[in-house]
């Protein structure tokens, strides 16, 4: 082969090397959302009595890199009555109660690996349940964004995602969105 047609060669798969390179070739969808100067993990917590929230987190969680699922599971379960709203059940006495904060059982290991927190919840009168309190107030979220949504029979999230802010202040918070179909899984995870 004549000295010039190698440089030639060589040049053509450098400057498609760079090309490469500069549009990001080789990175998928999720990566390109990492926010930058951060490790990148994310985490799905959700709490479900009855697995809608519970689908809603496992979409988000294939949806986005680098995530993990952790289901906030009550120390005490919530029996069918339990949840027979409009009854005085235990459910509708506890989000009555400002005070109250339903205690959890386990925890997240080593919470301050991520960096995203989504955090999902079934509304209960117009409300998160309070157990996204206890939740909230048992880590430091500080620096952390914090994404809420919600399933619910009808209502929107309404002001349930805002009123969570104070259990957790020196989060970054996003609006969140009531999830009932899949493109609102997609802006959900467009507000990482
Ligand atoms: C105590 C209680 C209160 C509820 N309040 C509302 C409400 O205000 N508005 C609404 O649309 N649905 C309400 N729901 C219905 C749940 O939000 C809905 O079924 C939710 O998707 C259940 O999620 P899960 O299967 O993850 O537990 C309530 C349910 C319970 C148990």
Wanted: proline content about 5%; glycine content about 8%; charged content about 20%.
């Amino acid at each position: 082969m004549k000295k010039k047609t190698f440089i030639s060669i060589i040049l053509g798969v450098v400057t498609m090397l760079c090309a490469c390179l500069a549009v990001g070739c080789g990175k998928d969808d999720g990566a390109d959302k990492i926010p930058e100067g951060t490790n990148g993990k994310v985490l799905v917590a959700y709490f479900s009595c009855t697995n809608t929230t519970k689908g809603v987190a496992e979409s988000i969680q294939r949806e986005v890199s680098n995530s993990y699922l952790y289901q906030i599971t009550p120390a005490i379960p919530y029996t069918t009555d339990d949840l027979k709203y409009y009854t005085n059940c235990r459910a509708d006495r506890e989000q009555a109660d400002p005070t109250a904060r339903p205690e959890i059982s386990g925890s997240v290991e080593n919470i301050e690996q991520y960096d995203v927190i989504f955090i999902g919840y079934p509304i209960w009168h117009s409300q998160a349940p309070k157990i996204i309190y206890t939740f909230l107030e048992s880590y430091d979220f500080s620096g952390k964004t914090i994404i809420p949504f919600c399933t619910s029979a009808s209502s929107g999230m309404g002001n349930s995602g805002t009123n969570l802010h104070s259990s957790a202040p020196n989060a970054i918070w996003k609006s969140g969105c009531r999830v009932s179909s899949s493109s609102d899984i997609d802006t959900l995870v467009n507000m990482q």
